[in-house]
């Protein structure tokens, strides 16, 4: 069943880009990241991270659709792959409340799992608005399916969802971000932080520094509650 979110996942942006391209007061942005890391000599490493966002918005509803990819390799072997897929749709209340739906794919080979997916409906609220810092704070209910690879041992869980996006224009050419939340579940916990600076190169093309951060609570045997990425990526906004 697993396999089908991706394509389940691209299937409805699709059906959201032809109903919101037939919308003039529909607005569109997005950006595609990228990064790349080889070493050859006495060390032989690959290093490949990409992501991509797509934003739409009309009337009340803000959706937005995010995928990446990371894999390295060292001396030929496969040390990291992941995948990740996400689809979000907020309806404004107001200026500063809106009501989401949250959708996230996850597979990585080296957690243990074979994947997870989460489903989330919330509220949430922008407790700071200004033209160079933004807070908004979330929360709200869900459930979270999880297969272990080792065993096949299928979860499913309650989850209780909080996050908090930062987001600060330090200046014309600068930007700092953090993400942060945290899915509160009966089998597990699992918290997540993803700290990033950008900086305008030229035009649409930026440099972005980040550090993600992931810990999860429980976790199967043989792997480690902690997983951290440091990454370097050229980022084009559209």
Not at 181 to 194: A, C, L, R
Not at 196 to 207: D, M
Request: charged letters at 20%.
């Amino acid at each position: 069943m697993h396999k089908v979110i991706p394509l389940t996942i691209l299937i409805c942006s699709s059906l959201l880009c032809e109903t919101a391209l037939a919308d003039p007061a529909s607005t569109w942005k997005g950006n595609a990241e990228l990064g790349i890391l080889v070493t050859n000599g006495n060390t032989k490493t690959k290093n490949i991270t990409a992501k991509g966002q797509v934003i739409n918005e009309r009337d009340r509803w803000r959706h937005t659709l995010k995928a990446e990819m990371l894999n390295s390799s060292d001396k030929g072997t496969t040390t990291a792959e992941r995948y990740l897929a996400s689809g979000k749709s907020d309806y404004k209340l107001d200026d500063r409340s809106y009501l989401f739906g949250l959708l996230i794919y996850e597979n990585d080979r080296f957690s243990g799992y074979d994947y997870r997916l989460a489903e989330t409906l919330g509220y949430g609220y922008g407790l700071i608005k200004r033209p160079t810092l933004t807070l908004d704070l979330e929360g709200g209910l869900g459930a979270r399916q999880s297969k272990i690879i080792d065993t096949g041992e299928s979860q499913n869980e309650g989850v209780v969802h909080l996050a908090g996006n930062l987001g600060w224009k330090i200046s014309d050419n600068a930007t700092f971000s953090e993400n942060l939340s945290t899915d509160i579940g009966e089998q597990s916990t699992i918290t997540k932080s993803v700290t990033a600076l950008t900086n305008q190169i030229v035009g649409n093309l930026q440099s972005k520094i980040s550090f993600t951060a992931q810990h999860n609570s429980k976790v199967p045997a043989g792997t480690t509650k902690l997983d951290t990425e440091t990454a370097v990526t050229l980022v084009y906004n559209f």
